[in-house]
T-cell receptor, first 116, second 115 residues
Framework: AQKVTQAQTEISVVEKEDVTLDCVYETRDTTYYLFWYKQPPSGELVFLIRRNSFDEQNEISGRYSWNFQKSTSSFNFTITASQVVDSAVYFCALSEARAAGNKLTFGGGTRVLVKP | DVKVTQSSRYLVKRTGEKVFLECVQDMDHENMFWYRQDPGLGLRLIYF???????EKGDIPEGYSVSREKKERFSLILESASTNQTSMYLCASSPKNRVTNYGYTFGSGTRLTVV
């Protein structure tokens, strides 16, 4: 069965600090997809990134970067030079290729609080 | 702008009431999902549907049922609401193609309180 663990429940930083969110996953499938979503106070989940299991390249998008390591089953997310607008709950999620209906399994979420 | 719309943002219901949560998407997506979100537990899948009139149980289906009579609409039903069903409910949809770039599109959620 697929499982996603986000060990950090809450992280508090001061603006401009870097923050890294950990995500560890379990799956028996060889083909799978990993996602990160952001949930701001408004409540709607916003897609940030998708990564395929066969593509281990790290990715950078502005102040966001992702480190995918298959050897440790981790897909960590770093926010560089954090801003108050980054305050949100962040979810890591996994979808196995065999899963019916593109079923996504989510981690417990990490609440990030960026103080001015 | 493509959307998943949940009919109510906040709902308060009494124990034992039958509750309907409605979700409509305008993207012609085949797959639709209902999750509940609780602090520390993340999002847990209740039910999903990959076609009209089709439904599959998720991880926590007990106490819930669903209906999908039209492609764009997916309803979650609490047959007899209980206080432990107080939660945030999120609807989502996705296209049938597994290799989807954006995962799901989510609605804004319905915060249900059962008193």
């Amino acid at each position: 069965a697929q499982k996603v663990t986000q060990a950090q429940t809450e992280i508090s930083v001061v603006e401009k600090e870097d923050v890294t969110l950990d995500c560890v996953y379990e799956t028996r499938d060889t083909t799978y997809y990993l996602f990160w979503y952001k949930q701001p106070p408004s409540g709607e989940l916003v897609f940030l990134i998708r990564r395929n299991s066969f593509d281990e390249q790290n990715e950078i998008s502005g102040r966001y970067s992702w480190n995918f390591q298959k050897s440790t089953s981790s897909f960590n997310f770093t926010i560089t030079a954090s801003q108050v607008v980054d305050s949100a709950v962040y979810f890591c999620a996994l979808s196995e290729a065999r899963a019916a209906g593109n079923k996504l399994t989510f981690g417990g979420g990490t609440r990030v609080l960026v103080k001015p | 702008d493509v959307k998943v719309t949940q009919s109510s943002r906040y709902l308060v219901k009494r124990t034992g009431e039958k509750v309907f949560l409605e979700c409509v998407q305008d993207m012609d997506h085949e797959n639709m999902f209902w999750y509940r979100q609780d602090p520390g537990l993340g999002l847990r899948l209740i039910y999903f549907s990959y076609d009209v009139k089709m439904k599959e149980k998720g991880d926590i289906p007990e106490g819930y049922s669903v209906s999908r009579e039209k492609k764009e609409r997916f309803s979650l039903i609490l047959e007899s609401a209980s206080t432990n069903q107080t939660s945030m409910y999120l609807c989502a949809s996705s296209p049938k193609n597994r290799v989807t770039n954006y995962g799901y599109t989510f609605g804004s959620g319905t915060r249900l309180t059962v008193v």
